[in-house]
């Protein structure tokens, strides 16, 4: 019998389990395979838009099941398909909804705002590089096409190659990164893009500003919150010192900017709230505390795009962690088309 020679498309067929990856997108002839892999379920019942290149909407939800970065306990890979899995009723339940009312502020959110899911990145085991480049490369064509980017994680080293995806954007972005930990460590030659480094690198992009992290807490080193407050590109507002003063004054450090980027951890959250993590700190934010964060954050405008990362279904009971972070991209998606609907 001859020697089976093992090409990128088979290698994706023995991935995946399914047919072999198509020939590569004729935008990004480096990478192996299409951008997304298509929609078996789609967030919140959306509409399903395989191809980006069609894309029109307000808003694009992307899932990217990448675990490689995690330096722990891993699982967050299934977090974008356990996150749409919890909407029961299909698309035709979430076309007889024009929006939802927020009983907790008062608010109808998304009415006649347009949500789509893309679908997942496409993810190849252990292929770190083109992996990275083909979570930038779907940025770029969501963002090319009008809309919000939302990812849906993934452990939190996808933040990196996401924010690689809002280069060209003109000026400068802060970003404000919502976690019970810094992931400020520079790594070493050997390991520099995992869920820890993910800040570091963040803060090496050109037209990063900042990083302020709201939420950090436990116990860990303070060296890395020295280097980035000495090189002044990373602040910190730690748990409990945000949950004394409140969510408005914490959101109140964050400097002044054009534009942002949010990334949640949803370790940021207490255990109680959100377990399905791979790395929870007890004592953390409220769902509430963390939605009022959110909502000042959305009143300032300017906000370009967000992740929720670190859902690791194996960790979670009754879906309680799925539910959180469904309500708190539907929130937060909300609070940004009020809030864009608000200025000329």
């Given amino acids: 019998m001859a020697a089976m020679a093992f090409t990128p498309a088979l290698l994706a067929l023995l991935a995946l389990g399914g047919d072999p990856a198509p020939e590569p997108d004729p935008d990004y002839p480096g990478l192996p395979g299409k951008m997304t892999g298509g929609c078996p379920s789609t967030f919140m019942g959306t509409l399903c838009v395989e191809d980006v290149d069609q894309l029109q909407a307000q808003f694009a939800v992307i899932g990217v099941p990448w675990d490689a970065g995690t330096s722990a306990r891993p699982g967050a890979r299934f977090g974008p398909k356990a996150v749409r899995a919890r909407w029961p009723w299909g698309q035709q339940g979430a076309a007889a909804l024009d929006g939802y009312y927020d009983f907790d502020t008062g608010r109808t959110l998304l009415q006649g705002v347009t949500v789509v899911d893309v679908g997942d990145v496409l993810i190849l085991p252990s292929d770190f590089q083109p992996n990275f480049d083909r979570i930038t490369a779907t940025i770029r064509k969501v963002r090319a096409r009008g809309a919000v980017p939302i990812v849906i994680g993934g452990d939190h080293s996808i933040t990196y190659p996401v924010l690689r995806g809002f280069d060209g954007l003109g000026g400068k972005l802060h970003v404000v990164h919502f976690d019970a930990h810094l992931d400020f460590s520079d790594g070493t030659k050997e390991t520099r893009l995992s869920h820890a480094h993910a800040m570091r690198r963040a803060s090496e992009l050109p037209f990063v500003s900042g990083i302020t992290n709201i939420g950090v807490r436990g116990l860990g080193s303070a060296e890395d919150l020295a280097e980035g407050r ?10 409990v010192q945000a949950m004394t003063m409140g969510m408005k004054k914490a959101v109140a450090a964050v400097p002044k900017a054009e534009r942002y980027y949010v990334t ?7 255990p109680s709230v959100a377990p399905g993590t791979g790395t929870p700190v007890p004592g953390g934010l409220s769902y509430l505390q963390l939605r009022e964060a959110l909502r000042e954050l959305a009143a300032r405008g300017g906000v370009v795009g967000f992740d929720v990362v670190e859902y690791a279904p194996a960790y979670d009971h009754s879906e309680l962690t799925a539910t959180v972070v469904e309500s708190l991209i539907a929130g937060f998606a909300g609070d940004l088309a009020l809030a864009a609907g608000r200025r000329p």
């Fill in 230 to 239: 000495k090189r002044k590109v990373f602040d910190a507002v730690p748990a």
């Fill in 264 to 270: 949640i951890d949803v370790d940021v959250l207490d």
